[in-house]
């Protein structure tokens, strides 16, 4: 019975995958819909994400950013403008053919990324060195046409947020690109409890369309990459195609610079396979849609235990995210499995004899650490608990990280590593995309990114063996 | 220079619905966009609508509700389910053929509107009476291909919620619909300053697919009436053709009731309308994105009232939305035009004058009064002005409706009022279809709802003359 729920998960180390759909599917995080490749997101999994929005939301608006919205819809014509934009995402484009009963004239994109509509407006709105910077942001959906679909890692639609802005000089949108990144990073690790790996991707790796892209990188549990956002200066690229032109203060029409920066509910995925574990979810208690379960244990003083823990409920429920689960057909034992689940980080037990103590035993989801706290400390036992549980996510994924990201510089070792431990492989790489590009065709490692704010000595390239003071990450990933 | 903005935007009584363009396009809340029907949401726009969001979801929780979200797309057979529902929204949707290069071997709708598509996945999740009620919301954008468009009032893609909920007696969905009906009264009542009416729709009017539809209609200040939000109940339609099936406690299986209930970015169409002037936009406190503008006045001293201005707002922007317009290319006058069309509620002075004798001067947006303030009590005194304008703008808009609602049981009487004065006007109805469409035909009004929570006396049918107890309010409308 103790077991119930758990031996409906299949074990994580068996089978990484399968463990992956399973929780997201008993934890009613997301359901498959009748649409190919689009998931529905439950009220469980949605707020998460109602929590990450609010959390970057307030990031984006601190450091001057507003919110704005541009059309789902892109002609066939302004997504062409930009070449390798087009080349990049004409593959999983959406294309709406008819409007009613009647045929339209030239088809529109359902938008996979919003450059060229937004764009398409700035050049309309700048005019002056006084309307720079352009700070929007946009919350919404959009829809790439995936071959292979996964919930929350790859779907043919996803819900993301876009910033896209516009400034006077090379040096503020690559001051941008990088505030941003910085932002993610942040974001990431003080909120999911995620470490990351700030970099910048390889030529062949970089965004349809920029002149450099950035990126934070996570490792999953299962030794496998996760690229959790990204950063891109866009240089002069859709300014010159958008003819976003604006008049300096030195008197000469200038092309403005942009850039744009991306995450979206992939996030959820990397927080279920960064942090689960064989009894199922462990979520950060920053985002927890709950962090706090009250389970009475009831015993022959039903109605004292019923009503101590009501009152707990309603004391609570003003500082933190609390559910009680005051169901009569099940049993405490299944509801502990229910709620570990499910990923609850604190489970407040309280039974006839716990009220004799004035006590409460609280439970930690990422330990299984069992506390007696006196009643009247609760609440701020409660509060250091949560925060104690946030850190001590983040160090072990950060532990986690850490060992599995070696250093290798010969091909032989990189090969077997990727084979039997996966993880972060650090490599001399020459810069050049044919050594890039062998790797791949080896052993299915891609290049990460290549790290920032970090100094590396000289060594040879893993493949060609040339000189180079460059080192990039390489790994297996989602 | 004093008019200079106010002469850009024509006249509200002249050319209501130029007036209408103008304040959107000048106070740039919207811009046109370059997919045909669609509008760009710029940041004051989009700001109105977060608050919006804001104001609502958290009486949607309140009231026991979850957001989640479902696809935006949904395949054919899916929204052919329900015969009405599919005849209702056939000739305004979306279709999607292509995936990337590929055609699709069944074209996919994007959503109208999201019954269906929620309704196939409630099949799947709702077994016992124990899972009931299930109690959903989403926000998202949904695509309705209209033939000619207007800025927040129809445009072919649009923002809104959409609450969808099952539940196990036909009695509670209709609780839940009223329920719903009475939030958004008195959401749109407190946060809008918009007084309605409430009622139901003539079986013509109703959503289609519904069995009751409820409404809220609002009066626009140019005497025609909008549809300001929707609840319907759908009885038992939905649940038998997707068959939302649940075993009730006396071991029967049973149908569910379901409900929906919406409000869009219309309501900012809504507030432009409603509240605006000759003048421009005026817009109620608790949903304008600047609450207070500061515009420094400045003399010889400029450095000396800069601190000032600067002082104040730090001290201001912890408890109210406020801005600091210290741009210094423009004159004050040119900025008490500019923030008055761009409707913000007090505009706040400060000059050498005032510095010297401890005081600001506080303007009303709603009424132009000037107040003088004494610096040490502006904080209480702002707080209690911003709420005499929220109440003075819900006073004078409901003064409106209530001397634009007319009491009429002669048909010629009736036509001529339609043609002249517009508003509402209230007749006997003998519940005929016939009669209702032969007003449409004849004065282009329609019937907006008949009012609940209003006994009337018997009277006889504007048309047939039949005797009946029922009366309905008609009007032109958006």
Not at 423 to 429: L, N, R, Y
């Amino acid at each position: 019975m103790e077991n119930e729920y758990v031996k409906e998960i299949t074990s994580k180390s068996e089978d990484f995958s399968q463990w992956y759909i399973d929780v997201i599917l008993k934890a009613e995080l997301a359901d498959y819909s009748p649409v190919r490749g689009c998931m529905v997101i439950r009220p469980y999994g949605y707020e998460i994400w109602e929590n990450i929005q609010h959390l970057l939301d307030k990031r984006f608006k601190e450091t001057g950013h507003k919110n704005a919205y541009f059309p789902i819809f892109i002609p066939e014509a302004l997504l062409k403008k930009e070449a390798e934009h087009v080349e990049g995402f004409a593959p999983e484009v959406a294309w709406v053919t008819h409007g009613g009963h009647e045929e339209l004239a030239e088809r529109i994109a359902v938008r996979p990324t919003s450059e060229t509509i937004i764009c398409s407006m700035y050049s309309k709105w700048i005019k002056s060195w006084r309307d720079l910077p352009v700070l929007i942001n946009q919350w919404c959906n959009v829809v790439r046409w995936e071959k292979s679909t996964k919930p929350f890692l790859r779907t043919a639609e996803f819900l993301w947020q876009e910033g896209h802005t516009a400034h006077r000089t090379a040096e503020d949108a690559e001051a941008e690109t990088l505030r941003m990144l910085e932002v993610y990073r942040e974001f990431v690790e003080t909120e999911l409890a995620l470490p990351v790996v700030k970099g910048i991707k390889s030529e062949n790796e970089k965004f349809a369309g920029a002149a450099r892209t950035y990126t934070i990188e996570a490792l999953m549990s299962d030794g496998k990459a996760l690229q959790a956002g990204t950063s891109h200066n866009l240089g002069q690229h859709f300014s010159k195609v958008f003819d976003i032109k604006f008049l300096d203060q030195d008197g000469q029409l200038k092309y403005v610079w942009t850039t744009s920066w991306g995450v979206s509910t992939r996030l959820i995925g990397a927080i279920i396979m960064a942090h689960g574990d064989d009894r199922g979810l462990r979520l950060p208690p920053r985002i927890a849609p709950i962090q706090v379960v009250i389970v009475p244990i009831l015993g022959k003083k039903d109605q004292v235990v019923l009503n101590c823990a009501r009152e707990l409920f309603g004391q609570l429920k003003q500082d933190f995210r609390v559910e009680l689960d005051d169901r009569n057909e099940y049993t405490p034992g299944w509801k502990f499995n229910e709620w570990e689940m499910r990923g609850v980080p604190v489970r407040l037990e309280i039974g006839p004899k716990d009220i004799e103590k004035e006590q409460v035993v609280l439970v930690r989801r990422d330990t299984g650490e069992k506390i007696f706290t006196p009643r009247n400390e609760l609440h701020q036992r409660l509060k250091a608990l949560l925060e104690d549980i946030q850190t001590n996510m983040y160090r072990q994924a950060k532990q986690f990280m850490d060992s599995n990201t070696r250093e290798v510089d010969n091909f032989e070792d990189f090969k077997k590593i990727i084979e039997e431990k996966k993880g972060f492989i650090k490599s001399h790489w020459c810069g050049n995309e044919s050594c890039e590009q062998y790797i791949k065709e080896q052993t299915g490692a891609t290049l990460r990114c290549l790290p920032l704010d970090q100094k590396f000595e000289e060594g040879k390239c893993l493949i060609c063996g040339k000189q180079t003071d460059k080192v990039a990450i390489f790994a297996k990933s989602y």
